[in-house]
């Protein structure tokens, strides 16, 4: 069974950095594409970062510069680092995991950490 936690969110001033984390479980953590979302109050989900097995990145231009994605595949984590925080990037964030099954590719997500950017 595909477990997805993450962990890190919290409290943190305009400037801060925080450093999110996604345990993984269940699947085949080396071949899935792992992504980052995040959900502001009132607004769509959205794509933040992405890695695929290759360690491939890709960045929604909001937060280039500022986040960096990477992975481990022996710890089975993919982590969220990210500085220069804006009030903006106020949002739940949310891990989700792209896998092939078969002759499908399936999404799976975890339950989300709340990251709030306020002074």
């Known amino acids: 069974q595909v477990h997805l936690v993450e962990s890190g969110g919290g409290l943190v001033q305009p400037g801060g950095s925080l450093r999110l984390s996604c345990a993984a479980s269940?699947?085949?953590?080396?071949?899935?594409?792992m992504n980052w979302y995040r959900q502001a109050p009132g607004k769509e989900r959205e794509l933040v970062a992405s890695i695929n097995p290759g360690d491939n990145t890709n960045y929604a231009d909001s937060v280039k510069g500022r986040f960096t994605i990477c992975r481990d595949n022996a710890k089975m984590t993919v982590s969220l680092e990210m500085n220069s925080l804006k009030p903006e990037d106020t949002a739940i964030y949310y891990c989700?995991?792209?896998?092939?099954?078969?002759?499908?590719?399936?999404?799976?997500w975890g339950q989300g950490t709340q990251v709030t950017v306020s002074s």
């Open positions: 989700k995991a792209i896998i092939n099954e078969g002759w499908w590719w399936n999404d799976y």
């Open positions: 269940g699947f085949a953590f080396r071949t899935a594409l």
